[in-house]
């Protein structure tokens, strides 16, 4: 199956620092998602986005899809965004499941 | 608006014994998964269903049964608990009719302790 990398495993940001997170996958995918998991535990959808460029507020996301990676950037920080940052795809070609990357854990300190 | 709900949200077991992890989704989706989270690894699909009657095997479904009746409601089921069965599980659900429609929502988890 696909694999997903991220990169860095961990960060940490002073606030208002500006941040750029990365996901490497080895296949072509039709299913590219970004989540946030907060410090208590809750996972929340970022982003769709296979292919392209999308922005919601200080966050935004660029997938290359022929080059096989995509791009969480966030843009002057807040401890708010705090938390683990996943990465998740599926292959193109038939069902295949969606994979989930190890995540990149951020810290944002005041 | 609850979208998607687990029950229960904490739990302890002896080795051995069984439960039921209970995940309902009102957003009439078609597809329904089950995660673990382990540190260190990310989240990792047990079992999924693309439709109600529907169950396959995800990454790591060994010691886990899932049963889909009703298209809302997906069951995890724990046979026999095992301390490895240590995690926090996850429900998810999509619409699963492509584009914006793969965009998974998650429940918010249920801490399972087997010890």
């Known amino acids: 199956g696909i694999q997903v990398e991220q990169s860095p495993p961990d960060l940490i940001l002073q606030e208002g620092a500006n941040s750029t997170l990365r996901c490497n996958f080895s296949d072509s995918v039709n299913n590219l998602q970004w989540f946030h998991q907060n410090p208590w535990g809750q996972l929340i959808n970022l982003f769709y986005i296979p292919s392209g460029t999308k922005q919601n507020g200080r966050l935004s996301a660029t997938t290359v899809a022929t080059e096989r990676y995509s791009l969480l950037y966030i843009s002057s920080s807040q401890t708010t965004d705090s938390g683990v940052y996943f990465c998740a795809a599926r292959g193109s070609g038939g069902y295949q499941k969606v994979t989930f990357g190890i995540g990149t854990k951020l810290q944002v300190i005041p | ?115």
């Open chain 2, 1 to 115: 608006n609850a979208g998607v709900t687990q029950t229960p949200k904490f739990r302890v077991l002896k080795t051995g014994q069984s439960m039921t992890l209970l995940c309902a989704q009102d957003m009439n989706h078609e597809y329904m998964y089950w995660y673990r989270q382990d540190p260190g690894m990310g989240l990792r699909l047990i079992h999924y269903s693309v439709g109600e009657g529907t169950t396959a095997k995800g990454e790591v479904p060994d010691g886990y049964n899932v049963s889909r009746l009703k298209k809302q409601n997906f069951l995890l089921g724990l046979e026999s608990a095992a301390p490895s069965q240590t995690s926090v599980y996850f429900c998810a659900s999509s619409a699963g009719q492509g584009g914006s429609g793969n965009t998974i929502y998650f429940g918010e988890g249920s801490w399972l302790t087997v010890v």
